[in-house]
């Protein structure tokens, strides 16, 4: 005698929680209706795009963004012990007093000088770029072109600057920080006030990493 035939039944799929097994429904799904947030007033910086171009860790980009009078020129001044201003050539950067690696100055940010960096650079590809950032609408441009071209980029951010006379408040908008980190830079905060000692060791030894890992130091 034959058995009667049981019926296959199927069962509704679950979503499975850490602590509660739920069932979902089985047939219509139902739209949840979510209402944003009021988004935050910012300052004026547009969208940092992010390069498709592969990162390439034999080319370097140091910025130091910073308001006016935060101390990024006074940065480059104590790295190169002298008045500093953007050449059409590289310079030597002494990382002691014998090793030094070859560096393209950019001081005085392109936004400050109402240019574009390509007319700085002109036909250049320089391998380690220093470079002033003034924050204000505009600076992306600059931190555009260079993610473009596939440097590994690092940003001091000097906040408080030297003559930002609001105390100890660090930020009133986080937005262009963000931006960056979103985008594979790697940002510092430094105060503008404290002795650039500490910043400068900070682009030394950068500069000594990248040098030693590309065979790229040089000795007087």
């Not at 498709?52 to 020129?73: C, D, P, Q, Y």
Request: glycine content about 6%; proline content about 4%.
């Amino acid at each position: 005698m034959k058995k009667p035939a049981t019926k296959k039944t199927s069962t509704p799929d679950t979503k499975v929680s850490s602590k509660v097994a739920v069932k979902a429904p089985a047939k219509a799904s139902v739209k949840k209706s979510v209402k944003e947030a009021p988004k935050a007033k910012t300052k004026s910086t547009a969208a940092i795009k992010v390069s498709a171009k592969r990162v390439n860790t034999s080319k370097v980009f140091i910025g130091l963004l910073g308001e006016k009078g935060s101390g990024r020129t006074y940065t480059w001044q104590k790295i190169f012990n002298t008045r500093v201003h953007t050449s059409k050539n590289t310079r030597r950067f002494f990382l002691d007093g014998i090793d030094y690696i070859e560096i393209f100055l950019i001081n005085g940010s392109p936004v400050e000088r109402k240019t574009d960096v390509k007319n700085i650079l002109g036909d250049k590809q320089p391998e380690f770029v220093l470079c002033s950032l003034e924050y204000k609408p505009g600076v992306e441009k600059t931190i555009d072109f260079f993610l473009a071209e596939g440097y590994r980029m690092y940003i001091i951010y000097l906040k408080p600057g030297y003559s930002d006379n609001k105390g100890l408040e660090l930020f009133e908008d986080y937005s262009l920080v963000g931006k960056l980190i979103s985008a594979g830079v790697t940002v510092s905060i430094r105060s503008g006030k404290e002795n650039p000692e500490r910043r400068i060791s900070e682009i030394r030894e950068l500069a000594l990493g990248w040098a030693v890992a590309n065979d790229k130091l040089k000795a007087d």
